[in-house]
Nanobody
Framework: VQLQASGGGFVQAGGSLTLSCAAS????????MGWFRQVPGKEREFVAA????????PYADSVKGRFTISRDNDKKKVYLQMNNLKPEDTAVYYC???????????????????WGQGTLVTVSS
């Protein structure tokens, strides 16, 4: 099983980045996919998730209206489009996979089965 996150980088406040996560080694369409983030000394926190079919997409209140999660089941990829970035969005971003039934989406990080290695996003003020 592998989740390979990419697309992080350095951006000024107000800018945009798109994160990608490529999945392999499991049946991608059986899994809800999520993005989480973590800063040193703090708990890993939920950012966004997308259901198996892509129809359900909960977001953390802090990113609602600025971030968009999507998935491509044919390519086995999940994306996080991040617009109007703020310095407080600076973190290591992780993609994760949760084995679920079709429409269930969880925001609880402890329910996720597989994790990627993380990609660093730095937003300067």
């Amino acid at each position: 099983v592998q989740l390979q996150a990419s697309g992080g980088g350095f951006v000024q406040a107000g800018g945009s980045l798109t994160l990608s996560c490529a999945a392999s080694g499991f049946t991608f369409t059986y899994y809800t996919m999520g993005w989480f983030r973590q800063v040193p000394g703090k708990e890993r926190e939920f950012v966004a998730a997308v259901s198996r079919g892509g129809n359900t997409t909960p977001y953390a209140d802090s990113v609602k209206g600025r971030f968009t999660i999507s998935r491509d089941n044919d390519k086995k990829k999940v994306y996080l489009q991040m617009n109007n970035l703020k310095p407080e969005d600076t973190a290591v971003y992780y993609c994760a996979a949760d084995r679920t039934i079709m429409t269930v989406v969880t925001i609880d990080k402890d329910q996720y089965d597989y994790w990627g290695q993380g990609t660093l996003v730095t937003v300067s003020s």
